[in-house]
């Protein structure tokens, strides 16, 4: 009897205990559809402005011509020694004839001026051991400092001819005036007075210590007197 009841109350417990059992549901993958997608807009390219560096090389590549063009068709003479871009020309050009200057031109930092003389065209880049720069305005400070329109050397007397000559030859000699000499040396680097047997020496220096050239010359009374190399 007893192992009769005691089977019951196994039965019995045995089927509470699957009915407490929560019922294994299989977990099906979400399907994508149109909805569900993602769509990521493309977003425009952004271009970097553009450096300062950049921009510098831009304003100088439009400088390679300049827009002045007040130079161009004037005619007259260099006052002093002018520097060409090939030194062969140095030989065919006269100082005392008229140029007519028919360009201006920059490339890099070289500013050169093209001129005509003889129908030959001549490309000087420089006056008085100086090379041309141009300014903001676009204006060559030197070449309005050397031009002139008339070339003012004394012409009366036989003497006088035969020194007009050997100015225009680029010579230079004892006695020979300053103003003369200044057109075919050029411009001092350095300028002093020195007062030497009761007379006062107006003393001219050309060229450098760094390139051991100096070179001193002395003038009385405005003519060269005496010099050395």
């Known amino acids: 009897m007893e192992v009769r009841y005691l089977a019951l109350a196994l039965v019995f417990l045995s089927g509470c205990t699957t009915a407490l059992k929560t019922p294994e549901i299989a977990v ?9 997608k993602v769509y990521i807009e493309p977003q425009p390219v952004v271009e970097k402005a553009p450096t300062k560096k950049t921009k510098l090389k831009a304003k100088n590549a439009s400088q390679n011509t300049p ?21 062969n020309q140095e030989k065919s050009f006269q100082r005392c004839l008229p140029i007519e200057i028919t360009g201006l031109y920059q490339s890099g930092k070289t500013i050169s001026i093209h001129a005509k003389q003889n129908g030959q065209t001549f490309s000087i880049v420089g006056i008085n051991r100086k090379a041309f720069t141009l300014t903001e305005q676009n204006k060559v400070l030197l070449l309005e400092q050397y031009f002139a329109k008339e070339l003012i050397l004394s012409s009366v007397g036989r003497k006088i001819a035969s020194e007009q000559e050997r100015v225009c030859a680029g010579q230079t000699w ?6 003369q000499f200044q057109f075919v040396i050029g411009d001092p680097e350095y300028r002093q007075q020195t007062q030497f047997a009761g007379s006062e020496y107006d003393v001219w220096t050309y060229g450098s210590v760094r390139q051991s050239n100096l070179r001193y010359y002395y003038f009385l009374s405005d003519r060269l007197v005496s010099w050395t190399k």
């Open 67 to 87: 827009q002045n063009h007040n130079y161009v068709g004037m005619q007259g003479f260099l006052t002093r020694p002018p520097m060409f871009a090939d030194s």
């Open 174 to 179: 004892k006695s020979m005036q300053r103003e």
């Open 28 to 36: 099906q993958p979400a399907e994508i559809t149109p909805e569900n």
